[in-house]
């Protein structure tokens, strides 16, 4: 059987990188290449400081980087010299979730291989079998023909995002009814025909797939005229964006129907914790409505770079004119976003913000304060948070049972939960 001694992977982003350092570092003997166009990406690979954040990543890197595992802009010369090329030889669709990344690769649920049905592309699927047999067990390793594989992909994520999608659904009705949507998704997650994952309400999901491949699915669906099933799949992303427009309204409504000139901080930027990441995070979107309402926004996050928080928010369609230099600020820690502020919201759910010292908070805070907790990570806190003095409004629950009383004013938010979702481009 054909052996593969060198593999090029053209892309160092949050797929290639870590899903090829992890092949070095379980293949020794198999020399790894990945290449980028983008220079400065590739001089971050290869220096102490990675591009992108992963827990278990940097040592993974170190251990066989310049060894067997290479960065490198030189395109043409790795491909000339490769066994095989990832991206343009077979379909080898990846199944990560970042913040678990390096654990997804190393002890995968499965591993799927997609080949053309002619002795060449079953001839490239044995070889690539090959590889991951080194550490992977061969009943783990799943080959089908291409287009099973590919749609395999669009359809793990698209049912993942699903369950996000059903259970925010109930989130909002919870709110209504006072109900808990923590309860209800235990109660159903016991049953084993349903499963307990991914039943986490939450201001939405974001990160670079679940979007991407639920419109990929929709498009497919247009393209071959299969209309209901498309608007089937549409729903999933127009509820992701009813949720955060939903969450942003009840900010609003909270801080007596504007927040024009109030202070705000945002805590969390990435979609999600134990990544860098913040690609279609809600973040952004919440950002967004505040912003469109003339918050002041503090924002901190303690992987985020500053300068990728002021490029997601001064994208087209996010923010015009000069708005966000005027409305936004980074902050260096949570206790400094928070001071002097209305209220505070929980975007992402970093560990750290179930440890912060509250009081020191409050204190800091103007009065009435306010926690908006999109990520329930404040369950446990509830009653200590209300003994110091804290409003609490979270997902798919009451939590207060006295809301401090305000006037209706005439000044409502600019924008409805009626109008339709913002348009996102397909790919």
Known sequence: MFEIKKICCIGAGYVGGPTCSVIAHMCPKVKVTVVDVNEARIRAWNSDTLPIYEPGLKEVVESCRGKNLFFSTSIDDAIREADLVFISVLSNPEFLAEGTAIKDLKNPDRVLIGGDETPE??????????????????????????????LSKLAANAFLAQRISS??????LCEATGADVEEVARAIGMDQRIGNKFLKASVGFGGSCFQKDVLNLVYLCEALNLPEVARYWQQVIDMNDYQRRRFASRIIDSLFNTVTDKKIA?????????????????????????????????????KVLEEQIILDLSLPGVSEDNKVSRLVTISKDPYEACDGAHALVICTEWDMFKELDYERIHKKMLKPAFIFDGRRVLDELHNELQRIGFQIETIGKKVSAKRIPFASSSDIPKFSLQDPPLKKPRV
């Open 167 to 172: 259970i925010n659904s109930i989130s909002a």
């Open 266 to 302: 945002i805590l969390g930027f990435a979609f999600k914790k134990d990544t860098g990441d913040t690609r279609e995070s809600s973040s952004i979107y919440i950002s967004k409505y505040l912003m469109d309402e003339g918050a002041k926004l503090h924002i901190y996050d303690p």
């Open 121 to 150: 592309g079953q001839k490239a699927v044995r070889a690539l079998c090959a590889i991951y047999e080194q550490w992977v067990p061969k009943e783990k390793i799943l080959t089908t023909n291409t287009w099973s594989s590919e």
